[in-house]
């Protein structure tokens, strides 16, 4: 008898459940994707052979080659609560408090390096405007006279980040605690880094990163 032959055909694949998963997952890293904010002040970092990796609840202190000193801060909820205390107690060199919006867009910014007395205005400039004010400043003032407002970001930032940390290591034994970071300018004068240092110390923080580039090992 002769051999019956089945037609081929070729199988079919249904690509729709895997177009409709591609578009799913762009759209969950579109909605999920935090940018960080451009630098306030450029700094150029010294070399090290150290691979120590930063957390992300990290408070950093920069200060550039002019011995300007900037401050910033990682955690949103956190910034609010920081922002908010600062409102509170230096209303007068603020010329008034924070509103509501100042309050949300301090808590989204980068670091920032100017006055009490010009804090409101920075909060409401575009980001242009900030980078031109950022030019100009001349960074967060660290001397006693006329007020050392350095000491009150590190001192206030410090305490609630701890608080923060205390509070979430109830529910959670593995997150880090917060860490403190110095950010200095190879060409910083070496009396400003040790008056960052002192704030440092004066605030309880005892243990504190120096933030360096990686430094190619030679063969």
Not at 44 to 62: E, H, M
Not at 111 to 122: H, N
Not at 188 to 196: D, H, T
């Amino acid at each position: 008898m002769p051999k019956v032959k089945l037609p081929r055909s070729s199988p079919s694949i249904d690509m729709t459940p895997m177009v409709d998963l591609a578009f799913l997952l762009v759209t969950f890293f579109m909605l999920t994707t935090k940018f960080r904010p451009e630098e306030a002040v450029s700094v150029t970092i010294p070399f090290s052979v150290s691979q120590t990796k930063l957390p992300d609840n990290v408070t950093t202190v920069s200060i550039d080659s002019a011995g300007r000193v900037f401050y910033d801060m990682d955690g949103k909820d956190t910034r609010i609560e920081l922002i908010q205390k600062i409102s509170d107690n230096f209303s007068a060199q603020l010329g008034g408090k924070l509103s509501g919006d100042d309050i949300m867009r301090f808590a989204v910014m980068g670091a920032f390096g100017v006055p009490y007395s010009q804090l409101k205005q920075y909060i409401e400039s575009n980001e242009e405007q900030r980078k031109a004010m950022n030019t100009q400043s001349k960074g967060i003032p660290i001397d006693s006279l006329p007020h050392d407002e350095l000491a009150d970001w590190v001192q206030y930032g410090y305490n609630l980040a701890l608080s923060d940390w205390y509070d979430k290591k109830d529910k959670n034994a593995q997150v880090t605690p917060p860490r403190f970071a110095i950010k200095a300018d190879g060409n910083a004068k070496y009396e400003v880094v040790k008056k960052v240092i002192d704030i440092c110390q004066k605030a309880g923080i005892q243990h504190f990163d120096l933030i360096t580039s990686m430094k190619m090992k030679k063969n």
